[in-house]
């Protein structure tokens, strides 16, 4: 069974960095795509980047690109979301959510998600 487990987070002030790792244990991460999505207080989860398999391809939300980096290293079976300039309209908890295949696709799609980490953004 592949598990994931986020980390990284914490409280950061607008206009700061946070680095999130999802760390996978269970199977290797070589055959996922793997994507960070984030839910805030009585909103809907959204996507917010996704990388493929190979680490040739990623996406992300208007809203947090240019700010945003996902990368991934698929010897420390890790993906890694890189966060600058930080708004509070980031703040949210924060999932990691893997898709068995080599490219991203629709949230439907990932079947193995992690526990979450919390980001908040704030003065």
């Not at 069974?1 to 996978?24: F, H, I, M, N």
């Not at 244990?25 to 839910?39: D, E, K, V």
């Not at 989860?45 to 992300?60: D, H």
């Amino acid at each position: 069974q592949l598990q994931l487990v986020e980390s990284g987070g914490g409280l950061v002030q607008p206009g700061g960095s946070l680095r999130l790792s999802c760390a996978a244990s269970g199977r290797t991460l070589t055959y996922y795509a793997i994507g960070w999505f984030r839910q805030a207080p009585g909103k809907e989860r959204e996507g917010v980047s996704c990388i493929s398999s190979s680490g040739g391809s990623a996406n992300y939300a208007d809203s947090v690109k240019g700010r945003f980096t996902i990368s991934r290293d698929n010897a420390k079976n890790t993906v890694y979301l890189q966060m600058n300039s930080l708004k509070p309209e980031d703040t949210a908890i924060y999932y990691c959510a893997a898709r068995w295949g080599r490219l991203c696709g629709p949230k439907a799609d990932f079947g193995s998600w992690g526990q979450g980490t919390q980001v908040t953004v704030s003065s």
